[in-house]
């Protein structure tokens, strides 16, 4: 289930290029989470507490309002398939944080298999002729700073909030943020023809609403890093509908790479799934009355 999240976010370029008017990012970021969000705020009519607003307006700037202006940002100054290599380093970026915060090893595999899916989306994505432009590299890499905290303080700071508020005040929140970024960026939108407005209901219902509901329900239920590596599916997914609709090309070193970022995808849920059936010592010590 939260694998369709990203497969979601992936159908996100073709949507924007092809039903948008160009060259309005933070608009379309803001039409995409601020309704998603006032619809799942009014539909779970959950209130957080109070000590609950300063822990989600951090994950609400993080997951959503930092995140979305930075991977714009990225967007408009890198190829689409360098901003993504960038953006694959996520699941290493919270095996790092588990280390750090948790004092938790991460698995070898686990690691060889992110940097297996590093290496397999440069194959299926960058061309020769990529610019590194360091605005938007400095973009790409910090905005894969934010998800991947963002994603490891989700988890971390479960709270019994219902996983609808839960994504819902986040999305409002970030959406806020927006607001003014999109006033002082983005020029006026014109008058929207019928395929426009489908475009954008499309990203806020689905892209919005349904993803991230999947994906928050996922962060609750699953290891960061199991989480973080479902990522690589949304470029994955993007290259997949592009040659499906568009015709766009894929060659046998594209066809390798996809393969190595689906290997690279089931070996780190295989092994987060193996981490998280074996008990720990203090679980071991509960049930058994004795330490391991």
């Known amino acids: 289930m939260t694998a369709l999240a990203p497969a979601i976010w992936g159908s996100t370029y073709i949507v924007t ?17 601020l309704p998603a969000g006032l619809l799942l705020v009014l539909f779970a009519r959950h209130l957080p507490g109070r000590r609950e607003w300063g822990r989600l307006l951090v994950l609400a700037a993080l997951n959503i309002g930092f995140f979305q ?5 990225a967007a408009y100054r890198l190829p689409g398939g360098l901003a993504a290599v960038v953006g694959a380093i996520q699941p290493l970026l919270v095996m790092g944080l588990v280390w750090a915060v948790d004092r938790r090893q991460p698995a070898a595999l686990a690691v060889w298999a992110s ?18 432009d360091p605005i938007g590299v400095t973009a790409a890499l910090t905005g894969a700073i934010c998800m991947a905290a963002g994603n490891f303080l989700a988890r971390r700071w479960q709270t019994n909030i219902p996983v609808l508020a839960f994504t819902g005040w986040q999305l409002l929140a970030g959406g806020l943020m927006l ?16 395929v426009q407005w489908l475009g954008y209901a499309y ?20 290891t960061p890093v199991a989480v973080s590596s479902l990522g690589l599916l949304s470029p994955l997914t993007a290259v997949i509908l592009g040659w499906a609709l568009l015709g766009q090309a894929m060659g046998g070193l594209s066809l390798v790479g996809l393969l190595m970022v689906l290997g690279s995808v089931l070996a780190v849920q295989w092994q987060a799934g193996r981490a998280s059936s074996t008990p720990r010592p203090t679980e071991i010590t509960l049930a058994t009355g004795r330490p391991a």
Not at 69 to 73: K, R, W, Y
Not at 181 to 191: N, R
Not at 203 to 222: K, M, N
Request: with cysteine.
């Open 115 to 132: 940097l297996m899916g590093i290496v397999g989306m440069a194959a299926l994505l960058l061309s020769p002729d990529s610019v590194w």
């Open 69 to 73: 202006a930075l991977l714009f940002v």
């Open 203 to 222: 990203l806020s219902l689905v892209g919005a609403l349904l993803a991230y509901g999947l994906w928050f329900r996922g962060i609750a239920r699953l």
């Open 17 to 33: 290029t092809e039903l948008l008017p160009p060259d309005r990012p933070f608009i379309a970021a803001v039409l995409r989470c």
């Open 179 to 194: 607001v003014p970024v999109a006033w002082v960026a983005d020029p006026p939108l014109p008058v929207l023809t019928p």
